[in-house]
């Protein structure tokens, strides 16, 4: 009798063992996120990626290029429950280069002046995404599945300021004529993926972990119309009196819709933090 009690005891006390160095590590501090907690992560890749171009003498290896054609996300996370948790993401790029060029100023017979042509390009880029997530695993490495949609939206365009004015660029006498392009718009972009994902997270600190995911998404993009708009002079005469007509042409650029079912990487490698 003796000896099964002992063995009873010595069970649960190894189940406790295991318990405690599943969910607690050896100072007492939680390991995995619980009910009521709360995350915040962001998107590692390009830091790694700048990481592993450090050894590669790769050129142009910037910090500050984080983003690129995606927005640098920001994600979060509500766990209902041990193993379920809401979950939703932000990104958001926004970008206003100007760049100039240097031009001989035609209005003036000294060829040592110069004007300077600019050129500036705006873009914008959000991205928004939820979803409902499910988790399961032993210790510090989880699996977690779930649905989710994603939408962005994109635009973008480029302005032309010219140095010189038209009636210069014209050629001289009557009848002339000239045209500058003076801007170009993308049409808006609205892209929606609605499917699902799955991936592994690994905490290698209480509460801190890495993760990586993968998704399979039913995706539609539509592109709306575009415009390029050109600046316009002419000159003519009518009988001997010079007559300026300055005007403004918009022609429109086609836009497109896309539909498909794709596997693809929708997070990369995330870094998290749970509260």
């Not at 993401?89 to 600019?118: H, M, P, Q």
């Not at 399961?136 to 010219?162: C, D, I, M, W």
């Not at 415009?227 to 007559?243: G, H, S």
């Amino acid at each position: 009798m003796k000896k099964v009690l002992f063995f009873g005891c010595f069970l649960i006390y190894g189940t406790a063992l295991f318990a405690q160095s599943e969910f607690y590590n050896k100072n007492g501090k939680e390991i995995l996120p619980r009910e009521s907690d709360f995350s915040i992560g962001i998107d590692a890749t390009p830091f790694f990626s700048y990481l592993g171009n450090i050894f590669n003498n790769s050129e142009n290896n910037r910090l500050d290029s984080i983003g690129g054609q995606i927005p640098f996300t920001i994600s979060g996370k509500y766990f209902l429950r041990d193993h379920m948790a809401i979950r939703a993401s932000i990104g958001a790029r926004f970008s206003n280069f100007s760049s100039k060029a240097f031009v001989d100023d035609l209005s003036n017979a000294d060829t040592a002046l110069t004007l300077s042509d600019e050129t500036i390009n705006k873009a914008l880029r959000i991205a928004i995404g939820g979803g409902l997530e499910f988790r399961r695993g032993h210790g510090r490495l989880q699996a977690f599945y779930g649905p989710q949609v994603t939408v962005l939206y994109s635009k973008a365009s480029t302005e032309f300021n010219y140095g010189n004015d038209l009636s210069e660029i014209a050629p001289a006498g009557t009848p002339s004529f000239a045209a500058m392009l003076a801007e170009q718009k993308q049409g808006d972009i609205l892209d929606i993926e609605l499917g699902g994902f799955v991936g592994v997270e690994y905490f290698f600190a209480p509460k801190i972990s890495i993760a990586t995911e993968f998704g399979i998404s039913f995706r539609y993009v539509n592109q709306n119309e575009g415009e390029v708009i050109l600046e316009t002079f002419e000159r003519t005469n009518l009988i001997i009196i010079p007559i300026e007509n300055r005007s403004q042409i918009t022609n429109r650029t086609p836009g497109f819709y896309l539909l498909e079912l794709d596997t693809k990487p929708t997070a990369a490698i995330s870094l998290n933090f749970y509260f």
